[in-house]
């Protein structure tokens, strides 16, 4: 029983930060990898980060990497996506994600938040 409730989304200007949060609510047994997600009308979601639910390794998109770090808390309840420098074409909706393995395909997932918007102004 994985509930998972995402937040601090907003929208800020070229060059800004974010930092986006992800609270697992319920029991965490069985979910080996939690990952951020984002999708826009235009394109079909895709994967931003990853990081396993044990030893701490992460996976990035490249389009995100060394803006965006992915951590989770020591009790593993808590996901957060830190972003920097975002661009308008990081504009979307991010979902938090729990599944099995860490390699962002959305068919791996089978845990999904409800999403929380990111807007990015040029």
């Known amino acids: 029983q994985v509930q998972l409730t995402e937040s601090g989304g907003g929208a800020v200007q070229t060059g800004g930060s974010l930092e986006l949060s992800c609270a697992n609510s319920?029991?965490?047994?069985?979910?080996?990898?939690m990952a951020w997600f984002r999708q826009t009308p235009e394109k079909e979601r895709e994967g931003v980060a990853a990081?396993?639910?044990?030893?701490?390794?992460?996976y990035y998109a490249d389009f995100v990497k060394g803006r965006f770090t992915i951590t989770q808390n020591k009790f593993k309840n808590i996901l957060r996506l830190q972003m920097k420098d975002l661009k308008p074409e990081d504009t979307g909706t991010y979902y938090c994600?729990?599944?099995?393995?860490?390699?962002?395909?959305?068919?791996?997932?089978?845990?999904w938040g409800q999403g929380t918007q990111v807007t990015v102004s040029s």
């Open positions: 990081v396993a639910a044990a030893g701490d390794t992460t």
């Open positions: 319920g029991y965490r047994n069985g979910v080996f990898c």
């Open positions: 994600a729990a599944g099995r393995y860490c390699d962002l395909q959305s068919s791996t997932f089978q845990h």
